[in-house]
């Protein structure tokens, strides 16, 4: 018998949606995870709520590898809508698991993979009576298989059911007796563990497993958002339940009940902004969460924002675009309509999460950087980070840590010193601003989006226009030192080739690296965290002599940036893209460096 | 060009009751063309705060774009200012109003800032019963683009600009604020500021969303023979419910009126409206008599004036959400950042 693959797979569960199969399947990854295991469950749906084809795919990792990975071990084929592309993408050698309760087609076998049929659905036919019971348990039955099959530990899976349920008691033991149906089954017909299988290690730490949306709204409660203001759109929509969520659990004030917060569904993504706008000017910490389409409506807005100088965070959770695009798979593609998002001369502040805990940083962050810089800025997330479960270090938060509200007076100030809301009293390019309802006679001012002078004046004058857009850009000179620096994965600059990468793009491209490494070839590599680019950023492109840029969208957009903003030679920078919806992988990285690196 | 506006006043002026003169509540000198109706608004706000001694600094004006939308620069200069986005002035003023529950918000709007780009906002500040009284300088043209037509024109009305009588129906932002289940709604003409400078007041003390839907004839573009938005036309055809007092902190009312032809209506902070009936039969806290009003004006080609409906137990977008009382923009650190202990327990639960 061929030797066992221990903690280094790739199950996909394929699934109908509308059926309870993502609570199952998040059941089974969390198992993995308690084993000690690292792992990274990827939701693969379709949009729309019920009957449609959707996958789950899982990496297990013991080294620690959590960017997905193509090679499909083991498939858990219970769509039979799907089956037969299904059956098509097990890797060779791999495993089937399907629901034998019917006879299978020939067009379903394959010679090179293994069959394990559990007949899932007649047992739960026999098993209960009510028909949306026989439909739920089907998906506890084949975990139960997977239990047997890959020698995982039953008390752990019990346990996740136990509190799953720990509110509605009476639904542990039918659980507990579709687990056992499939376990029972699988151990009694097949010789488990099979050829892939997981163990107990110690791999994970105090590392926890969460979606981004919710570390960012847990970010936005600690960094003192008040104000939420927001539209429903696919992926980003979770932030705002989350943080609804989470401030009805710590936001509540205890003498009277009542909300330290205010959460809006507003009519559009233009009144999600608007609202957020009008509360920051109002001295708030205000934002919104919402995705490609969203940041189209808020443009006009956003220049206001940047033009008027007014603090906005702006959660950006990106999918496939352009229009509607690929609502429900993920991508990079609103880096350039982001970075320069309304008309006239603009640019905006963007932060890159790579996991929950960044998330949660960035997040609490944005609002003081916001304050900071009178301006917008955005955290640019994506669908995969935000709406799967990903290993990440805990959330941290230093009880010593101050908001820094930037310039803003004070009644007192208000008296000692003269006021002219876009005067560049510091030199810096931040001006002092004031918040309505300050002072009975001083520090009122008019904010409009229109030119106006040092002291808020409408103007038309030449001169003043371009002495205050000058200002601005200071400002975001100013800005470079502040937002959070590059990440570098060597001690020094070792070779003359790297790699930039940012985001979710991060974790394949850790593994390419390691990959390449053991092939020969040498990279060093930064991970971008924000823009402005900072002069560590000019620094390490200008270090070497070719420089790979990863990403995933068609137009390579975050190396035009990087040419646009740091005035590079293009020819310099090699784009590494991948925007097929789903999340980039080491392979596909390695395969196409490797190439390039033949042809040059 | 640069207009200033000489600083000096007589210091004899009257005061307020916190001490400020009439002077304290005026703006920058209007750049709006000579006898425009926004002015009269302007200057109906004006008074309307010097008489409620409010202190400035205490109102927040806020509008979007257009030539109404320019006034807030000319009353108020005490008083933090936004000219926001076209059409956008409500969802600016939701998101003020969030921040700070204490401050009293002036919306102005015009008839193309409110009745087309800015519609979607309008409603659903309406629907939420944002505390804001909303002003709409409605003029029935975009005087600022050279007087095209707005969705407020009459049908049959003739612009300056227009050869032919407009094709479309108007729409009748009372009407329609009715509709949406306004909690306050009046009518005006910025030619009777004795009518429109205590429907502010009154709008200003109500909780909840007051609109005055205040016509406001465009000497330039729309005060032509044959526009049903001139001040002729106007003059020719108003109707007023009523004629009104506002009355405010409880204070005696000496003046006697016939028997059951006036109302008085209680606001939630003590003060009330003082009415007396013109119109037989109108009852502005019935809003099935109000809308009935309305559309009975509209067919015999009336404008109804004052105020049409106030419902004085109105609960606004903060009663409904809920919100601690403190204006959520002073809560600090302590009240708002959950600190380390609260974050391993949610860390917990992700393990």
Same mark, same amino acid.
């Given at each position: ?26 059941m ?12 990274? &469950? ?6 729309? @709520? ?18 997905r990975?193509a090679?499909?071990d ?17 890797? &060779?050698?791999?495993y ?28 739960c ?16 039955? =084949? ?10 530990e ?15 008691? $009476? ?21 488990? !563990? ?12 105090? $590392? ?8 960012? %709204?847990? +970010? ?8 939420m203001?927001?539209y ?16 009805k ?43 490609? &389409? ?21 959660v ?6 352009p ?9 990079? &593609? ?14 905006h ?23 900071r ?18 290993l990440? !270090? ?25 006021f ?16 309505? +309802? ?16 040092? =002291? ?22 100013? %800005? ?5 620096g !590059? ?5 020094s ?5 790297? @790699? ?36 560590e950023v000019?620094?390490f492109?200008h ?8 990403e ?15 005035e ?13 919806g789903?999340p ?17 | 060009m ?22 304290? =509540? ?8 000579a ?36 006034t ?21 003023t ?9 401050l ?12 087309? @780009? ?8 309406m ?5 804001l ?6 003029n ?19 612009? $300056? ?15 329609l ?9 009046a ?8 009518q ?49 007092d ?12 016939e ?15 003082h ?9 502005p ?14 067919? $015999?080609?009336?404008i109804?004036?004052g ?27 302590a ?17």
């Amino acid at each position: 018998m061929k030797p066992r693959k221990v903690n280094d797979m790739v199950i996909r569960f394929a699934n109908v949606n509308g059926t309870g199969s993502a609570s199952a399947n998040d059941m089974f990854a969390k198992a993995v995870f308690r084993m000690g295991i690292p792992v990274s &469950p990827k939701n693969i749906f379709p949009s729309n @709520i019920q009957g449609l084809p959707t996958w789950f795919e899982m990496r297990i990792s013991e080294k620690g590898y959590l960017g997905r990975r193509a090679e499909i071990d083991l498939m858990v084929g219970v769509n039979p809508a799907t089956l037969i592309q299904d059956i098509a993408s097990i890797h &060779p050698g791999g495993y089937l698991v399907y629901d034998s309760s019917k006879l299978h087609h020939t067009e379903h076998v394959r010679e090179d993979i293994h069959y394990i049929g559990i007949p899932m659905m007649q047992m739960c036919m026999e098993h209960y009576d009510d028909p949306r019971q026989q439909q739920l348990f089907k998906n506890i039955v =084949y975990v139960g298989a997977l239990v047997a099959l890959l020698n995982m530990e039953m008390e752990v899976v019990k346990n996740i059911v136990r509190e799953l349920f720990a509110t509605k008691e $009476k639904l542990i033991p039918p659980n507990f007796k579709a687990l056992y149906l499939g376990f029972d089954y699988a151990k009694n017909n097949y010789d488990c !563990p099979i050829g892939v299988c997981v163990k107990r290690i110690n791999k994970i730490g105090d $590392k926890i497993m969460m979606e981004g949306n919710a570390a960012i %709204a847990i +970010g936005a409660v600690y960094g003192g958002a008040t104000v939420m203001a927001w539209y429903p759109i696919t992926p980003s929509t979770s932030v705002a339940k989350a943080y609804e969520t989470y401030c009805k659990k710590l936001r509540i004030e205890p003498e009277s009940g009542k909300k330290k917060y205010a959460f809006l569904q507003a009519e559009d993504e233009l009144a999600a902004i608007g609202m957020v706008i009008g509360a920051a000017w109002n001295g708030a910490r205000a934002f919104t969460a919402t995705s490609g &389409p969203g940041i189209s409506l808020m443009s006009e807005f956003i220049g206001l924002a940047y033009f008027a100088e007014i603090p906005a965070v702006i959660v950006n959770v990106q999918r496939g675009g352009p229009s509607t695009g690929m609502p429900t798979r993920t991508q990079q &593609p609103d880096i350039l309509s982001t970075a320069y998002a309304s008309h006239g001369d603009t640019k905006h502040m963007l932060l890159f999460p790579r996991s929950p805990a960044e998330c949660f940083e960035m997040a609490a962050q944005a609002f003081d950087l916001a304050d900071r810089f009178q301006t917008p800025v955005f955290i640019m997330s994506d669908l995969d980070l935000g709406m799967n479960n990903h290993l990440s !270090p805990p959330l941290k938060w230093d009880d010593s840590r101050k908001y820094d509200i930037g310039k803003l007076m004070s009644a007192e100030d208000l008296e000692i010193k003269e006021f002219g809301r876009y005067l560049d009293v510091d030199g810096d390019g931040i001006c002092y601003r004031t918040i309505p +309802g300050t002072h009975p006679t001083k520090g009122a001012f008019f904010t409009r989006g229109t030119s106006r002078n040092e =002291y808020a004046k409408y103007t038309e004058n030449g001169e003043d226009y371009v002495s205050m857009v000058n200002r601005i850009l200071k400002k975001w000179e100013t %800005a470079k030192n502040y937002v959070p620096g !590059p990440e570098f994965y060597q001690k020094s600059s070792k070779s003359t080739q790297g @790699i930039i990468f940012f985001g979710t793009t991060t974790d394949a491209a850790l593994e390419a690296i390691d990959i390449l490494k053991e092939q020969g070839i040498e990279f060093d590599s930064m991970r971008v965290r924000a823009f402005p680019f900072n002069q560590e950023v000019k620094d390490f492109i200008h270090a070497h002599e070719e420089v790979f840029v990863v990403e995933q969208n068609r137009d390579a957009q975050f190396r035009s940036l990087l040419i646009n903003e740091l005035e590079l030679n293009p020819a310099k920078l090699t784009p590494v893209l991948n925007y097929d919806g789903m999340p980039i992988t080491a392979n596909f990285i390695t395969q196409l460096i490797t190439k390039k690196v033949a042809v040059s | 060009m640069t207009y200033l506006k000489p600083s000096f006043r007589h210091p004899a002026l009257p005061k307020n009751k916190v001490g400020f003169t009439k002077v304290d =509540y005026e703006g920058a000198i209007s750049t709006l063309c000579a006898g425009c109706g926004h002015d009269s608004i302007s200057g109906a706000i004006v008074q309307a705060c010097f008489e409620l001694s409010i202190e400035p600094h205490k109102i927040a004006k806020i509008s979007g774009i257009g030539c109404s939308s320019k006034t807030p620069t000319y009353f108020l200069n005490n008083s933090h200012g936004f000219n926001s986005v076209h059409g956008r002035m409500p969802s600016i003023t939701t998101g003020a109003n969030m921040a700070n529950r204490d401050l009293i918000y002036l919306g102005i709007s015009g008839d193309g800032d409110t009745a087309s @780009i800015g519609m979607g906002q309008f409603v659903h500040a309406m629907r939420r019963n944002l505390n804001l009284v909303y002003i709409v300088m409605n003029n029935g043209c975009y005087g600022l683009t050279k007087g095209q037509d707005s969705a407020t024109a009459d049908f049959g009305s003739v612009s $300056k600009a227009g050869k032919s009588p407009s094709p479309f129906p108007a729409i009748d932002l009372a009407g329609l604020a009715m509709e949406m289940g306004v909690t306050f709604a009046a009518r005006s003409f910025s030619g009777d500021k004795q009518q429109l400078i205590p429907l502010i007041k009154a709008a200003m003390s109500h909780t909840g969303f007051a609109i005055i839907d205040c016509i406001s004839p465009c000497v330039t573009f729309n005060n032509n023979q044959g526009s049903t938005k001139s001040y002729d036309f106007v003059r020719d055809h108003i109707e007023a419910t009523s004629e009104l007092d506002f009355v405010p902190e409880r204070k005696e009312i000496t003046v006697q009126y016939e028997e059951g032809r006036t109302i008085n209506v209680t606001l939630h902070d003590g003060s009330f409206v003082h009415l007396r009936k013109l119109a037989p039969n109108w009852d502005p806290t019935n809003r099935r008599i109000a809308m009935d009003g309305l559309q009975q004006a509209k067919n $015999k080609g009336e404008i109804i004036t004052g105020l049409i409906y106030i419902d004085p137990d109105s609960k606004c977008l903060h009663e409904i959400l809920d919100t601690v009382k403190t204006p959520l923009n002073s809560l600090k650190e302590a009240d708002l950042c959950p600190g380390s202990e609260a974050l391993e327990v949610i860390n917990a639960g992700m393990r």
